[in-house]
């Protein structure tokens, strides 16, 4: 996978780290993501990935966020070592 | 004074109120526990105080209903004073909406609650510095302990200050100011471990996550049946003894309390130990955290059925009493799987439908007896998920969209968990019971009059009139009778066919017994969760409840006793 590439927060695997960088979506799905704290810039970590809703922890809170809201972060996979 | 408390879900709002006020309200550890505003008054040094604690939410944007109640209010009814509540160990998130309530210009005081919890994870916030830059009092409190209450009570009586800091109107400047605010008064030490990671990796495991919620589910129904079986049992002698000596003595008013109001409300309030101790299992769920944990994993299996892992909870509610489970349903987001959740629920077998079981399996299946009930329970539950998967694809399409915050684990406060199972069994109570009382007049006029032989009354005639729609499957008048009875209360087929005295094992064979448990699995919804059901969606979806429901239960009984007969 390209790492420099954008990618939607479910193509993340468990334990991969990734920047949020763009939400798309409505005015409704943005601001409620936006105000979780759910924002670009933010690194966030995929703590569960496994075909249904996806396990994030973020700020150091933990969602559960669904899989079609999910597709709606976009983020840049950090490398990992 | 009218003070609105506002903040994220889950911060301790209503903890605080009731520290505050000595009330009794409901806390969870659940996102969404709050879900209408609720008052609560007191006298503070002498002075008269409304309190009002508003929805958890995250903004004021009002795109949701929350959101939209807590802003109406604080711009229709203009408190004298805001209680912003924020988590300390989550600063940052909270701010935003921190800096969303300074647009109303209503004087503040910003309460820091559960610093108690950041100091466990190594979080310190400096109240002062953070006072200044806000231009309004800060309050660090701990509400569960009490911790800061007398602080909190003086700045309310000096009425808090209209919030100084200049920030944008739009959201981005917003969370930006956020940043910078906590960069400047939150200072992070070397962490200690933190249990909640521990918890998380065992009970959040890849390959022990639905086993552990497995065995949980088994161990909340093994409490809520094994050891509630004594007080039941209790329950049930105290009333039939009442009932019989009251019916012995002569004349029709003694008829109609004893046979009528005493057996039939009896017959109800013997599930009242169940469905208490099912509630203080909930209730436990709940305040430990672990109920948001079940959401992320049944996710996927629920999605496959085209519901969310939001109906998970309502689900499993359902097997204790389907008039909670269908207000359960509040919580989910999405308006078309709350309805497609709360349609399929009464194929979810509720307790009232175990006795039904019990009677018949005991006559036709002597050996196998456990093991046909555990089948029927597996068969509401497929019913239940394939209907679900029909509503999504035919009546209820769209994606579903939702985001929870997964909650610390706590340790439940035994007068938490007693508040919330007291206020929902009371429910139960006043809404079966009020039916229910009603409904035992009715079956003791139908079954007494004109002629107090069965037989010969208008129960026994409407039986006999109604059986040539279930001859098809070879029911005798009396179960068709227990069929419409039970509509009332599914407890009430068991209590028809007793006070018939039906020679069930007579006039029964097997597979048509097998035909009639599963048409009572299936067939209705009874009267208590129609009367939700029709409160929580409408009559439209009530009358589709009724009409799906009796055609499922129809062709399955049908299909069923046809089957076993050729086996
Ligand atoms: N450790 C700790 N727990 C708290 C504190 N305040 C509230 N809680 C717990 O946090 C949970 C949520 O509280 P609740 O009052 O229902 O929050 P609300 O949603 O804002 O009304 C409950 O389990 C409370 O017992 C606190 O100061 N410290
Ligand atoms: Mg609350």
């Not at chain 2, 019916?247 to 109609?256: C, P, R, V």
Request: overall charge positive.
């Amino acid at each position: 996978m390209n790492l420099n590439s954008k990618i939607p927060l479910t193509m993340l695997k468990e334990g991969d780290e990734g920047i949020v960088i763009d939400i798309i979506g409505g005015r409704g799905a943005v601001s409620k993501l936006l105000a979780l704290g759910i924002v670009p810039g933010k690194k966030v970590k995929v703590l569960g990935n496994r075909g249904g809703a996806i396990l994030i922890s973020i700020n150091g809170s933990k969602f559960v966020i669904g899989r079609g809201l999910a597709m709606k972060v976009i983020v840049h996979a950090e490398q990992k070592n | 004074m009218k003070i609105a408390m506002v903040g994220n879900p889950n911060v301790g709002k209503t903890a605080l109120l009731n520290v505050l006020t000595g009330g009794n309200f409901e806390v969870g550890n659940f996102p969404g526990t709050t879900v209408e505003k609720k008052e609560g008054k007191t006298k503070i040094d002498g002075k008269d105080v409304i309190f009002v604690d508003l929805p958890g939410i995250y903004s004021l944007e009002a795109y949701s209903l929350d959101e939209k109640v807590a802003k109406d209010f604080l711009t229709n009814e203009r408190p004298d004073l805001i209680l912003n509540v924020v988590n300390a160990s989550n600063l940052e998130r909270n701010l935003y909406l921190t800096l969303q309530l300074v647009d109303f210009k209503i004087p503040m005081i910003l309460v820091l609650n559960m610093v108690d919890e950041a100091e466990k994870k190594g979080i310190k916030v400096d109240a002062e510095k953070l006072s200044k830059i806000l231009g309004v009092p800060v309050v660090k409190t701990v509400a569960v302990k009490g911790i800061g209450i007398d602080e909190l009570k003086r700045e309310i009586l000096k009425g808090g200050s209209v919030p100084k800091i200049e920030v944008g109107g739009d959201l981005r400047s917003k969370l930006e100011t956020a940043e910078k605010i906590v960069k400047e008064v939150v200072k992070i030490e070397k962490k200690r471990v933190d249990l909640t990671e521990v918890f998380d990796e065992v009970f959040m495991d890849r390959h022990l996550g639905i086993p552990i919620f497995i065995a949980f589910m088994w161990m909340m129904f093994t409490f809520t049946y094994t050891v509630a079986t004594p007080l039941t049992n209790l329950i049930a002698s105290v009333f039939s003894i009442l009932s019989e000596r009251i019916s012995s003595m002569n004349g029709i008013l003694f008829s109609l309390i004893g046979k009528g109001i005493i057996k039939g409300v009896g017959s109800v309030l013997v599930f009242l130990p169940n469905i208490a101790f099912l509630f203080i299992a909930l209730a436990l769920l709940e305040l430990s955290g672990y109920m948001s944990r079940a959401v992320y994993l049944m996710d996927g299996i629920m999605t496959t059925f085209g519901l969310t892992g939001r109906s998970v909870i309502p689900l499993i509610i359902g097997f204790g009493c389907n008039v909670p489970a269908v207000m359960a349903t509040r919580t989910i987001e999405d308006d078309k799987v709350r309805i497609a959740t709360i349609l399929v629920n009464p194929f979810i077998s509720c307790s009232a439908r175990l006795p039904i079981y019990v009677l018949f399996a005991g006559i036709f299946f002597p050996t196998l007896g456990s093991a046909v009930i555990m089948g029927l329970y597996a068969f509401g539950v497929i019913v239940a998920l394939i209907s679900a998967l029909i509503f999504r694809k035919v009546l209820l399409r769209g994606e579903a969209e939702y985001i929870i915050e997964l909650p610390p684990y706590r340790i439940p406060n035994p007068r938490d968990v007693w508040i919330l199972t007291w206020n929902r069994t009371k429910h139960f109570l006043q809404k079966a019971g009020t039916v229910i009382l009603a409904m035992s007049i009715v079956i003791w006029f139908l079954t007494n009059f004109p002629n107090p032989s069965i037989d010969k009354s208008y129960a026994g005639m409407l039986g006999r009139l109604l059986q040539p729609l279930f001859a098809p499957m070879g029911w005798d008048w009396q179960f068709v009778l227990a069929i419409l009875m039970g509509f009332v209360a599914k407890e009430v087929v068991v209590e028809t066919l007793g006070i018939l005295n039906t020679p069930i094992a007579k006039i029964m064979t097997m597979p048509q017994a097998l035909a009639f448990m599963v048409f009572s699995l299936l067939y209705m919804p009874c009267l208590a969760t129609l009367a939700t059901i029709k409160a929580e969606t409408g009559w439209k979806w009530t009358i589709f409840a009724v009409i799906y429901s009796f055609a499922v239960a129809y062709a399955v009984a049908l299909t069923v006793g046809v089957v076993a007969r050729l086996i």
